[in-house]
Nanobody, 116 residues
Framework: VQLQASGGGSVQAGDSLRLSCAAP????????IGWFRQAPGKEREAISC???????SYADSVRGRFTISRDNDRDTVYLQMNSLKPEDTAVYYC???????????WGKGTQVTVSS
C-alpha cells in the first residue's frame, strides 16, 4: 500500500496549509486515516484521526487549528492546518488502519516548515 501525503511547504506563522493523503489503487474509505508528525529531535506525535464513518479526534496541540476531513468520492483525506506556528514544523505522515487505535500502513511524509 502506497500512502502518500502531499501539500507540505514553507509558510509564515499564521498561514494555512492543506495536506492531502491518497493511495492510488487502494480504497481508503474503509479505513481510519491518521496524521502523525515528527520534528527533528522529537518523538513522533499523533495529531489527528478520522474513522471510516468520519468521527474525528485531535491532539491538544492542534485542536481548534487543524481540521481533518475525508472525501470518499476522491478517496482522499485532508488535514486543513490554520494558524500555523513554528512548533508545527515537522514531517507529516498519514496512516491507515481499520480503527484509529493503531497503524497498519504508513505513508511517505511531507515536510511542513513554519517560520516566525
Amino acid at each position: 500500500v502506497q500512502l502518500q501525503a502531499s501539500g507540505g511547504g514553507s509558510v509564515q506563522a499564521g498561514d494555512s496549509l492543506r495536506l492531502s493523503c491518497a493511495a492510488p489503487g487502494f480504497i481508503l474509505r474503509y479505513y481510519a486515516i491518521g496524521w502523525f508528525r515528527q520534528a527533528p529531535g522529537k518523538e513522533r506525535e499523533a495529531i489527528s484521526c478520522i474513522t471510516n464513518n468520519s468521527t474525528t479526534s485531535y491532539a491538544d496541540s492542534v485542536r481548534g487549528r487543524f481540521t481533518i476531513s475525508r472525501d470518499n468520492d476522491r478517496d482522499t483525506v485532508y488535514l486543513q492546518m490554520n494558524s500555523l506556528k513554528p512548533e508545527d514544523t515537522a514531517v507529516y505522515y498519514c496512516t491507515a488502519n481499520p480503527e484509529c487505535s493503531g497503524v497498519l500502513y504508513w505513508g511517505k511524509g511531507t515536510q511542513v516548515t513554519v517560520s516566525s
